[in-house]
């Protein structure tokens, strides 16, 4: 039986190519957003042990603010946005027009925004999917936690963990021009959706 990761260059590079465009349309909105440039990596695609995610972001003891979303569908998936909490709070303090260093714990307005720019972002990801795809994706509304990587990672590994060990991952890292905010992006599909966005691309 052929392994679903077991995808071709031209494969790898279809995904590459979805998430650059998705990537984009999300850096493009938050630059909007908080009107500052974002400059943003070309993605990586990888097939990691779903444990060693948090590596990816500084290892599972790094305090992060971790955005969720489920995403339902054709080809259900996971969207993950994981940025250091000083970004969160760097973030929050643009939002709300405070000066830089303001923000030391987020309360429940401050929550809400967080979770609103999720959803942007996630809204201009998935849109550029579905242009590329013509699947529809629909994120559900967006949970929100300030917590250690591997913590967050571990109620995700819950969901996940009926599926499959693997997970399939497209990483965007971005970073604003004075550096103030960095993040990663993180689209995870469930095991039997990777098969259907690859079908979607016309690249069997």
Sequence with gaps: MKDE???TPIQ???????GNIGAGNSATALSQIINKRIDMNVPKVAFIPIEDVPDLVGGADTVVAGIFLRVYGKAPSNILFLMPQHSAFYLVDTLMGRPRGTTQSLDSMDQSALMEIGNILSGAYLNAFFNFTHISMLPSIPALAI???GAILNVILVQLGQMGDKAMVIETEFLAEDEGINGHFFLVPD???LGTLIKAVGVE
């Design 191 to 193: 095991p039997g959706s």
């Design 5 to 7: 990761f077991d995808l």
């Design 12 to 18: 790898l590079d279809a995904l590459r190519e979805i």
């Design 147 to 149: 917590d250690f990587a």
